[in-house]
């Protein structure tokens, strides 16, 4: 549970509910993983009871739940103490747990250094990481965001060209097996399609740029017209429709969507 993750949802309209599992049961595949974990439904009917009611907008609702999280993270420290015991499996050490509750319930701006840091860390490690399997030839590069609520967004941006004097950010997402990626990845790919295209200004090394979001679907297999599916179709016309209204460039295998639409 990160700070910036709260204030993601918080930009992008989502009301977050915070709650915890209150039972699991011991996996029969892996040795010392639970599995079959159920969130305690009775809070979250009741969360979902007053969101019913609620008249204001997602910040505010989120920040509403950051307000009550000392209560459900001691309430998801107690589960899962119960939840080791009945199925023996070891869980994460309940002291380190309590001293992340203690340092995220400190106060807001705590709660916020504390996950930014940890984000920080992250971004580091997925910059210095190449997937191999990812058609991608750029520059791999970080990308902070900040809103003007105060919340950063600490991303890695899979590819960063300049063409023309304008940068182009390049979000990539590969299949092995069939000729575009899951409907999930893409999914994926556009909540970073968002991000860009609502960006008011983007500076490299200090300097500022025009800048152009692009999702690049790439495959191990050759683009055949004659092997996509009615169901693939759907999917890149949606999309192309999407990248059209939103304002940012799809690529398939090296070559535009828009104009491979026009030939299905």
């Given at each position: 549970?990160?700070?910036?993750t709260?204030s993601?949802?918080s930009?992008?309209?989502?009301?977050?509910i915070?709650?915890?599992?209150?039972?699991?049961?011991?996996?029969?595949?892996?040795?010392?993983?639970i599995?079959?974990?159920?969130?305690?439904?009775?809070?979250?009917?009741?969360?979902?009871?007053?969101?019913?009611?609620y008249?204001?907008?997602?910040?505010h609702w989120?920040l509403?739940?950051i307000?009550?999280i000392?209560?459900?993270?001691?309430?998801?420290?107690?589960?899962?103490i119960?939840i080791?015991?009945?199925?023996?499996?070891?869980?994460?050490?309940?002291?380190l747990?309590?001293?992340?509750?203690?340092?995220?319930t400190?106060?807001?701006?705590?709660?916020?250094?504390?996950?930014?840091?940890?984000?920080?860390?992250?971004q580091?490690?997925?910059?210095?990481?190449?997937?191999p399997?990812?058609?991608?030839?750029?520059?791999?590069?970080?990308?902070?965001?900040?809103?003007?609520?105060?919340?950063?967004?600490?991303f890695?941006?899979?590819?960063?060209?300049?063409i023309?004097k304008c940068?182009?950010?390049?979000?990539?997402?590969?299949?092995?097996?069939?000729?575009?990626?899951?409907?999930?990845?893409?999914?994926?790919?556009?909540?970073?399609m968002?991000?860009?295209?609502?960006?008011?200004?983007?500076?490299?090394?200090?300097?500022?740029?025009?800048?152009k979001p692009?999702l690049?679907?790439?495959?191990?297999?050759d683009?055949?017209?004659?092997?996509?599916?009615?169901?693939?179709?759907?999917?890149?016309?949606?999309l192309?429709?999407?990248?059209?209204?939103?304002?940012?460039?799809?690529?398939l295998?090296?070559?535009?969507?828009?104009?491979?639409?026009?030939?299905l």
């Amino acid at each position: 549970m990160q700070w910036d993750t709260v204030s993601l949802m918080s930009l992008l309209g989502i009301y977050v509910i915070i709650t915890y599992y209150k039972s699991a049961e011991k996996s029969i595949r892996y040795e010392n993983k639970i599995t079959n974990q159920k969130f305690d439904f009775k809070h979250i009917k009741k969360e979902l009871n007053l969101l019913l009611t609620y008249q204001s907008d997602a910040l505010h609702w989120n920040l509403s739940q950051i307000e009550k999280i000392n209560n459900i993270a001691n309430k998801a420290i107690n589960s899962y103490i119960k939840i080791s015991k009945i199925t023996g499996v070891e869980m994460h050490s309940n002291e380190l747990a309590k001293k992340r509750v203690l340092e995220i319930t400190k106060s807001k701006d705590s709660f916020m250094n504390f996950s930014r840091e940890l984000a920080q860390k992250a971004q580091k490690r997925e910059s210095i990481t190449k997937q191999p399997k990812e058609k991608l030839f750029g520059l791999k590069t970080t990308i902070t965001i900040k809103n003007y609520l105060g919340g950063f967004y600490f991303f890695t941006c899979d590819e960063v060209k300049i063409i023309d004097k304008c940068l182009y950010l390049v979000e990539g997402k590969h299949s092995k097996y069939k000729i575009i990626p899951s409907e999930e990845d893409i999914k994926d790919g556009l909540i970073k399609m968002i991000l860009f295209t609502n960006l008011k200004e983007i500076y490299l090394d200090g300097k500022k740029y025009c800048y152009k979001p692009v999702l690049k679907l790439t495959s191990d297999i050759d683009y055949k017209k004659s092997q996509i599916t009615e169901r693939d179709i759907n999917i890149l016309k949606t999309l192309n429709n999407e990248a059209i209204f939103n304002g940012f460039k799809v690529i398939l295998n090296n070559k535009e969507l828009s104009e491979i639409i026009k030939d299905l």
